[in-house]
């Protein structure tokens, strides 16, 4: 109800009539898996930069500009 509330009742009607498409569907699921595989692979880098800091063979600074320039 509060997200209803918070879209209002037009755009929540048009999201509403989108899951009737089941392309609209596919393509969503598609790019939804797509966008959780990079996730990953990046999760799973910061987690071994995260071992190499843990283990003292990585500073903290190195870590952070290293991961920074993933999110500009």
Do not use: C
Not at 37 to 65: H, P, Q, R
């Amino acid at each position: 109800m509060q997200l209803r509330a918070h879209l209002g009742a037009a755009e929540w009607t048009r999201r509403g009539l989108e899951l009737d498409n089941p392309k609209v569907l596919e393509e969503f699921a598609a790019r939804k898996m797509k966008e959780m595989n990079i996730y990953e692979e990046n999760l799973e880098k910061i987690e071994g930069s995260k071992a190499l800091v843990d283990s003292g063979d990585m500073t903290k600074e190195k870590f952070i500009a290293k991961h920074q320039q993933r999110h500009l």
